[in-house]
Structures are given as structure tokens and as C-alpha cells.
């Protein structure tokens, strides 16, 4: 379809372990977000492009987080030396615009053990 | 303290009930609301927005209280399919994050 698209749906990952996340938004859709949702909380934001500019990483829990959108498009969430901590359903959102209605994706459920 | 806090559920309630979700936002500089729903282990999407005047879609009817930093869902005539984890959420004009909720439960019963 037509929606955003995450992959991998589910990743387990050792702990010490470097692991992408990538992010498909919807075409045309000038913003994209990424949250983590941790069991049983809210979405909590952890940063926000507008086309390749990276506007907003305030959320990014630590220097181990990156995200990049390079041409714009998809885009890709990287966490160097995952910790247990990291364990939780990451989630892409992408909007037309500031905060218009955001879509959501699936997630990708990151599992560190 | 988080800047948007919800009820705590969950909210069991039978088919046909009225029921009232109420959120509050800490920051009084917020602009923009809505209510999100997500289903169990599903994406969360819009339920609605909420204007200041308030507003209605179907069962749904949604207000927003700007002097005390309240937002309110109101959810008439329940339906089984209504059950899911309802997101308030809060945006600054000035900053791009939508900030979540930490979501209420609710459970409609036969």
C-alpha cells in the first residue's frame, strides 16, 4: 500500500550489537518522525526531519542514537552498542507538513538481550 | 513531570456507555491537539483534532479547556470495536515533536 513502511518488523539483537532501522514515509511527505515506545507508555519523540534537514534530535537519548534522510526520503535510524535499555517498538511517523496529521508506521520491534 | 499526563485506566465499560477520557498539558504555550488511538501492538492514528471551540465526529466529541491546560474525549453509545489505548496528544508551533501521552485503556464489554 501506500503507507509508511518500516523494516525489519522485529530485530533481536545482542547486546554490544550496531543495528539500522529504516523508515519509508509516505511519498511526498515532507516530514518524518521518529519515536521509541517503550511497553505499556506513550510514543516518546525522539527527533524530527524536514526533507534531509535534521530539525529537531532533542529526544535522541544518547550519542549512541543517529538518524539520518539523506535524499529526503527514506530514512534510517541507527543505534551503535545497543543496550537493553534500547529494548522497545521503534516508531516512524511522516506528515505533508509542521504538524499536520503524522501516519504512523508499523514499527520495528527491537528486542536486546 | 511529563508535560502531558491522562487518566490512569483502565476504563472497563459496557456496551452503549458514555465514557470520558481527560488529559491535561503542562506547557501553556501548546497549540496544536489531538487525540490518537492505537489498537494492541498496532500503529497509533488519529482519532481527531481539537479546536478550541470543540468538536464532534460521530460518537466522538472532543474538548479543549486553554486556561486550565484540559483536554477531554468524550466517547457516547460504546461500541465493542471502541476498545483500544487512547493517546492524548500536544504540540508547541514552535517545536516539531508531537508529545504523547502516556495513553488510557479502554475496555468495551458485551
Known amino acids: 500500500g501506500a503507507g509508511v513502511s518500516q523494516s525489519p518488523r522485529y530485530k533481536v539483537a545482542k547486546r554490544g550489537q550496531d543495528v539500522a532501522l529504516r523508515c519509508d514515509p509516505i511519498s511526498g511527505h515532507v516530514s518524518l518522525f521518529w519515536y521509541q515506545q517503550a511497553l505499556g507508555q506513550g510514543p516518546e519523540f525522539l527527533t524530527y526531519f524536514q526533507n534531509e534537514a535534521q530539525l529537531d534530535k532533542s529526544g535522541l537519548p544518547s550519542d549512541r542514537f543517529f538518524a539520518e534522510r539523506p535524499e529526503g526520503s527514506v530514512s534510517t535510524l541507527k543505534i551503535q552498542r545497543t543496550q537493553q535499555e534500547d529494548s522497545a517498538v521503534y516508531l516512524c511517523?511522516?506528515?505533508?507538513?509542521?504538524?499536520?496529521?503524522?501516519?504512523f508506521g508499523q514499527g520495528t520491534r527491537l528486542t536486546v538481550v | 513531570r511529563k508535560e502531558v499526563e491522562q487518566d490512569p485506566g483502565p476504563f472497563n465499560v459496557p456496551e452503549g456507555a458514555t465514557v470520558a477520557f481527560n488529559c491535561t498539558y503542562s506547557?501553556?504555550?501548546?497549540?496544536?491537539f489531538f487525540w490518537y488511538r492505537q489498537d494492541c501492538r498496532k500503529e497509533p492514528k488519529l482519532l481527531m483534532s481539537v479546536y478550541s471551540s470543540g468538536n464532534e465526529d460521530g460518537r466522538f466529541t472532543a474538548q479543549l479547556n486553554r486556561a486550565s491546560q484540559y483536554i477531554s474525549l468524550l466517547i457516547r453509545d460504546s461500541k465493542l470495536s471502541d476498545s483500544a489505548t487512547y493517546l492524548c496528544?500536544?504540540?508547541?508551533?514552535?517545536?516539531?515533536?508531537?508529545?504523547f501521552g502516556k495513553g488510557t485503556s479502554l475496555l468495551v464489554t458485551p
Open positions: 506547557n501553556s504555550a501548546s497549540q496544536s
Open positions: 496528544v500536544v504540540n508547541m508551533d514552535s517545536g516539531y515533536a508531537l508529545n
Open positions: 511517523a511522516s506528515s505533508l507538513g509542521g504538524v499536520t496529521e503524522a501516519f
